[in-house]
């Protein structure tokens, strides 16, 4: 009790610490409210981990298959709306639509089909999506996906994420 009593009698020989007092209290209340300013921004985690060359229409079309997993780490919902597959200085518009990527057959039967992300995709705040990417018509080869710089650039309404990818790392045949 002593301790206490100390204390007050120090505050009221030395007047000015109403100020000192006051000021720590703005900073402890603005503290919750910066916190909570950056757990809403856009953030997403985009982890590429596996890939597939693969041919549609009996050898016509090659394709490239990139599995992916998008975690939405913000408080905040998002939706992508686009996503794009960069190869060097070149472009590649990711399909927006959701096609068959290819089957797996077992005694002449279908037992496994598996489709690329169809886009929009809607994520909730602090969850996530697994799936694959189609980019259409990939004629390049694969040692040259494994030594150029390659990314994939998210949108998200105005807001963009691009991520590297090195082929090199990656699994590959495409197990889902």
């Not at 596996?50 to 394709?63: M, Q, S």
Request: aromatic content about 16%; proline content about 5%.
């Amino acid at each position: 009790m002593e301790f206490f009593k100390n204390i007050v009698d120090y505050f009221d020989k030395h007047p000015g610490y109403e100020l000192l007092m006051s000021f720590a209290a703005l900073v402890f209340s603005i503290i919750p409210y910066v916190f909570r300013f950056f757990a809403k921004r856009f953030r997403l985690k985009i982890t590429p981990f596996a890939y597939k060359y693969f041919l549609f229409n009996h050898g016509c079309d090659k394709n490239l298959a990139i599995q992916i997993a998008i975690t939405n780490l913000s408080e905040t919902p998002c939706t992508i709306t686009q996503a794009f597959f960069i190869f060097g200085e070149q472009e590649k518009y990711i399909s927006a639509a959701s096609e068959n990527l290819f089957s797996i057959e077992t005694n002449h039967k279908t037992t496994g089909e598996y489709y690329s992300l169809s886009l929009p995709q809607h994520l909730p705040p602090h969850q996530g999506i697994s799936g694959c990417f189609l980019v259409p018509d990939c004629y390049i080869k694969i040692d040259d996906l494994k030594n150029t710089k390659c990314k994939i650039k998210i949108v998200c309404g105005n807001k963009t994420k691009v991520v590297g990818i090195d082929f090199n790392k990656l699994h590959m045949p495409l197990y889902l």
